[in-house]
């Protein structure tokens, strides 16, 4: 009886200091944000702070920044964590493959999963220069351009160069996760699927692509909540500029926060961006985890 | 029995020896101090200040803390809310309505009433940081004005004087940007644009002469005329970087000392770095007039004691240390402004061109206007509505409509 007893607290216990963390560190604040949400909350306004109920959301609602926002994080994540995905499964293909210099290549894959974020943003900024940057001057030289493109300052190109970066940035961690995946596939499968006669492209559908959906729906759904929440390398490259040209739902969220130091509606704009955020994994897990324990 | 008396006595001996530092470490008062150099190697000019003032005040000890500037403000407001702000930092008088709102700063009236350096300090700089109750909580620390850089060896190869009017200004951007082919290789432009955070200050000596921030002073026609004569540089005349939408601080002084801008408007505070960089080729003249008059940004750092402190005794000997002749020098040196005081104003280090440019402009220089809006108008709405409007997005009327709007709406 007292072993029962002694076996049913032991998980609680274990799991308590991770729970009593979590809680801390991540339930306080977000309930904090809930109730910041409902005051009028400027900062430097102390004596001004008072309740207004739904007031922030309304002003959301009819604040047409907000909507432009919420597209662009759309496109955001829609563009960014697919061809990240594309990229990774290519790359783990290939260095699933027996080759010399193997290891060297999948070491050197990992250096942009490596740097810092600033690092990042930084050097993509200068490779977008229009007057020193590499990637104008190299298509200045193969003549696909007649004259340089200020990429980062174009409302209609700077948030798609930035995607190009936050790809570049991104593809190492799902080529891993991807590749340990594959090398848990029975190679025997590929060998009796040779023998019923399989082409490549066969064996990868029936047999590569069904073995790696655990780890897809996982890596994918990883990456939809960082690329989400990601905003260093945004911030770095044109602190969401031109204008509002590169405002995803977060960067405003921050720069209504910390720029204009109106926390009300900045965190009104966090739970609001938090709970879509929620609603659009949910949809996701309830369409593609299907089947995954 | 003397031999059992000495361990005792050399105990008694030890405890007194470690009450009286105890003693003397509850006497010691610790002032934290925010403040911030774009280099931060310049810190140990700061640590050589800090080691002279606490030599002359044994009892107070300076905790001096370099912020980084792009959220330097942020976490001084966030500190203030928190209840935890420092004893002194350094601020702007544009953020001097916050504060007080916040009721965060102390007045230091008083203490300058009977402070011996106020007579050494430059005149007018305390009746510009007066607060609009009539106090004194800001002690000038160092200044700067906009002034305007120019290539002079390629306005004396052009045949061009620096620029003293709008028109002159068009006429010496137009001539002097230039494709790769006519320059050895390289783009040049005639106007280093800044379009990002921080371009108010380039925009303001166009437009601020022919505009004004009280209401419908920014949306009168001859304001909008003079923003769309500012946005046309890029969009139409082609005078600036392509890039200048984004451009901030970093981008405009590289491309300006690479040689691929003819002129830049920005203050003393870089001039070092300019001279380093291209000698005697670049030189420096006020902003020009616009639409009959001037206007330049007088760009102002103050120290200022927060209301939290209890050590505002120490806090203000530190205060008035740092504003005091060579001692601001000193702090100067770090920073690469201008000293406050009038018997620094003959030792200052910078390129005599380039204080003068400053001096000159002085007459007209002003800062903006001191009312909460204007720290959000800086960091948000003009460079916001700016992008827009060289992108296109808006029109000239609409962007002053919507700095008149957030200037002059309850």
Redesign the interface.
């Known amino acids: 009886m007292s072993k029962r007893k002694h076996t049913s607290i032991l998980p609680y216990v274990l799991l308590s200091p991770a729970v009593l963390a979590t809680v801390i560190v991540v339930f306080y604040p977000m309930v904090q944000a809930v109730i910041t949400s409902l005051y009028n909350n400027i900062?430097?306004?102390?004596?001004a702070v008072k309740f207004i109920g739904l007031d922030n959301y309304i002003a959301i609602w009819n604040d047409p920044v907000f909507w432009a926002s919420l597209g662009r994080t759309a496109i955001w994540i829609g563009l960014t964590v697919p061809l990240q995905l594309l990229l990774g499964l290519v790359t783990a293909l290939l260095l699933n493959q027996t080759f010399r210099w193997r290891s060297l290549a999948r070491s050197l894959i990992l250096i942009p999963w490596a740097l810092p974020s600033v690092v990042i943003g930084l050097m993509w900024s200068w490779i977008y220069?229009?007057?020193?940057g590499l990637l104008n001057d190299l298509m200045l030289r193969l003549g696909l351009l007649q004259t340089?493109?200020?990429w980062?300052?174009?409302?209609g190109t700077?948030l798609y160069a930035i995607i190009a970066a936050l790809v570049w940035q991104g593809f190492p961690f799902f080529a891993i996760m991807i590749l340990a995946g594959l090398q848990t596939i029975p190679h025997s499968l590929y060998e009796a699927a040779e023998i019923d006669g399989a082409t490549d492209w066969e064996q990868f559908w029936h047999i590569t692509l069904p073995a790696l959906k655990s780890v897809l729906v996982t890596a994918v759904m990883l990456r939809i909540i960082w690329v989400a929440n990601s905003i260093d390398v945004i911030y770095v490259m044109?602190?969401g500029?031109?204008?509002?040209?590169t405002h995803t739902l977060p960067l405003y969220a921050l720069?209504r926060t910390?720029?204009?130091?109106d926390f009300g509606y900045g965190s009104a704009l966090a739970v609001s961006f938090s709970l879509l955020l929620l609603g659009a994994i949910y949809m996701y897990l309830r369409r593609a985890g299907k089947g995954i324990e | 029995m003397q031999s059992s008396r000495r361990p005792v006595l050399r105990a008694l001996g030890v405890a007194s020896f470690a009450l009286t530092l105890c003693a003397a470490a509850s006497a010691q008062q610790t002032v934290n101090f925010w403040y911030h150099v774009d280099n931060a190697e310049n810190t140990k000019i700061m640590d050589d200040l800090v080691k002279t003032f606490e030599t002359k005040n044994p009892t107070i000890k300076i905790k001096a803390e370099n912020i980084p500037w792009n959220n330097y403000f942020d976490k001084l407001f966030i500190s203030i809310a928190g209840g935890k702000a420092p004893d002194v930092a350094v601020t702007r008088l544009a953020l001097q309505p916050q504060l007080l709102e916040m009721n965060a700063i102390e007045p230091i009236t008083k203490q300058l009433a009977t402070w011996p350096g106020k007579a050494d300090l430059a005149p007018n700089l305390l009746d510009i940081n007066k607060a609009s109750d009539g106090e004194y909580y800001y002690m000038p620390l160092q200044y700067v004005a906009i002034y305007l850089y120019y290539r002079a060896d390629l306005f004396a190869k052009a045949n061009l004087k620096p620029p003293a009017t709008c028109e002159d200004f068009l006429e010496a951007a137009k001539k002097l940007t230039l494709p790769a082919s006519a320059n050895g290789g390289t783009e040049l432009y005639g106007f280093g644009m800044r379009g990002g955070k921080g371009g108010h200050d380039n925009w303001g000596p166009f437009v601020l002469p022919q505009s004004s921030f009280a209401p419908g002073g920014m949306t009168s026609a001859k304001a909008v005329a003079a923003n769309s004569w500012y946005i046309d540089l890029l969009r139409k005349h082609k005078v600036s970087p392509p890039s200048a939408p984004n451009d901030g601080f970093n981008e405009i002084i590289s491309a300006f000392k690479a040689g691929r801008t003819a002129m830049i408007f920005h203050h003393i505070g870089s001039a070092k770095a300019m001279a380093d960089a291209l000698g005697d080729k670049v030189s420096a003249v006020p902003v020009p007039s616009c639409g009959g008059a001037r206007w330049t940004y007088f760009g102002d750092e103050s120290t200022t004691m927060f209301k939290t402190s209890k050590v505002k005794d120490a806090a203000w000997k530190w205060m008035s240390f740092l504003s005091e002749g060579d001692n601001n020098l000193k702090f100067n040196e770090a920073t690469g402004q201008l000293t406050v005081t009038k018997s620094g104003s003959a030792k200052v280090p910078q390129p005599e061109r380039f204080v003068k440019a400053t001096m000159d402009s002085l007459a007209f220089a002003k800062p903006l206007p001191l009312v909460p809006q204007t720290a959000d108008f800086v960091s948000s709405v003009w460079p916001t509505t700016m992008q827009r409007a060289l992108n296109g997005e808006i029109t000239s009327a609409q962007m002053m409509q919507e700095i008149d709007k957030h200037f002059n709406t309850k």
């Open positions: 900062l430097w306004k102390p004596r220069n229009p007057q020193v340089a493109v200020p980062l300052a174009n409302p700077s044109t602190g500029g031109p204008g509002y040209a720069k910390y720029a204009s130091m």
